[in-house]
């Protein structure tokens, strides 16, 4: 059976039907109606002589055969877009949108001073950022890169560290006068915490090759970055703050660290991405240019640290 070019367009859609989770999801992904969608996949299944996929109000499944199909379709998809990256690294400009997902405080923190300087240096890449504290489907929503703050966990995708941030415990001067300050890891449990919900609720520190754990007990707990330094800045309680975060709030008086001579655990930047994305040329000047980027930040808190 010979494959015309239309087939082939239908195969395309069928990947990403299966891709997307629904014919709905894969005509706004594909910029089609939902009928065009349709049309394609029944069409294929006609040409076929087979169903490839069992559907009913709610769900969509994969038959055995649209399993094995999807497989080949994935293959011609994933060439396609590799023979379109490969033209766009031999031109002398990077270009194209560059579609971001970070969390909001990492975002407006970092992300988007960085993102200000590299677009001066590379304006014909269009970006699109996405701040949002859900970790979301890369594949499914079409992202070329999401920056995360936790190890990779799905084997599908491939991953980048961009830099490690250092962690410290913070306070106010308000709920010090209210509370006391703690000075030994011990002190630390019987104190209020704003919780970060992303992160774990037992806190480590380390001193000498001892380590402590505190369990993180408080009347506030939240999943955003922002509102967590917000409630510890208001006194609600004490705070793990990435030391990015919490420094210029030390220098203008607004938060103190304390127990500053334990360690408490860093966290490690990601830069997540589709498999094959890594040969796209503006996806890997972005990486290059933020682990730069990090680096000079990290210099420059430390000299700030230091004065």
């Not at 796209?280 to 980027?293: E, G, N, P, Q, V």
Request: with cysteine; glycine share 6%.
């Amino acid at each position: 059976m010979k494959v015309s070019f239309e087939q082939l367009k239908s195969m395309v859609v069928f990947a990403q039907i299966v891709e997307q989770g629904s014919l709905t999801a894969a005509s706004k992904q594909l910029g089609l109606t939902r009928a065009v969608v349709s049309y394609h996949l029944k069409k294929l299944e006609t040409q076929l002589e087979v169903t490839l996929l069992n559907r009913s109000t709610r769900t969509m499944a994969l038959t055995e055969a649209g399993i094995a199909y999807y497989e080949r379709c994935r293959v011609i998809t994933e060439q396609a877009n590799a023979a379109n990256q490969q033209i766009e690294n031999i031109k002398s400009e990077p270009q194209g949108i560059l579609k971001i997902s970070c969390p909001v405080n990492v975002g407006m923190q970092l992300i988007v001073p960085a993102i200000n300087t590299f677009k001066r240096q590379y304006p014909k890449i269009e970006i699109d950022l996405q701040l949002t504290d859900d970790v979301v489907d890369i594949i499914k929503n079409g992202f070329d890169i999401a920056i995360r703050g936790v190890a990779l966990r799905d084997s599908n995708l491939q991953a980048t560290k961009l830099t490690t941030m250092s962690t410290c415990i913070c306070g106010s001067a308000t709920y010090f006068e209210h509370f006391g300050k703690p000075h030994t890891p011990a002190e630390l449990a019987s104190h209020k915490w704003v919780v970060y919900q992303l992160s774990s609720k037992t806190l480590t520190l380390s001193k000498e090759g001892k380590k402590y754990d505190v369990i993180l007990q408080g009347g506030i707990s939240t999943n955003n970055a922002a509102a967590r330094t917000a409630f510890v800045e208001a006194g609600h309680g004490l705070g793990r703050i990435p030391l990015y975060d919490a420094w210029p709030k030390v220098q203008a008086g607004l938060l103190e660290i304390i127990l500053d001579d334990y360690k408490t655990k860093d966290i490690e930047l990601y830069g997540v991405f589709p498999p094959g994305a890594a040969g796209s040329k503006k996806l890997r000047l972005f990486i290059d240019y933020l682990k730069a980027y990090f680096v000079k930040q990290h210099t420059a808190l430390g000299m700030l640290k230091n004065v």
